[in-house]
């Protein structure tokens, strides 16, 4: 199964304007393993709301909600 992954303008604004080109790289991995279903450190957070996890740089957390297509 694959998924389609939808930014926000803000989602796409924060990550443009991210000094840490690093962590840059390392974010649009991570949705790139999403997309294949490689979800990795995740966790549900509330109502259909879940929390992608990331252990370097500052520790980013994106958040992120799921629905059918």
């Keep these: ?6 930014r926000t303008d803000t989602f796409s604004k924060w990550l ?3 000094k840490d080109k690093h962590a840059v790289t390392r974010i649009l991995s991570r949705i790139s393993r999403i997309e294949k279903s490689n979800f990795g450190n995740v966790k549900p957070v509330g ?4 929390e992608m996890r990331f ?3 500052s520790g980013y957390r994106i958040y992120y909600t799921e ?3």
């Design 16 to 18: 443009k304007n991210l």
């Design 1 to 6: 199964m694959t998924y389609t992954t939808q």
């Design 67 to 69: 629905t059918s297509a």
């Design 55 to 57: 252990f370097f740089g």
């Design 47 to 50: 109502d259909n709301v879940f």
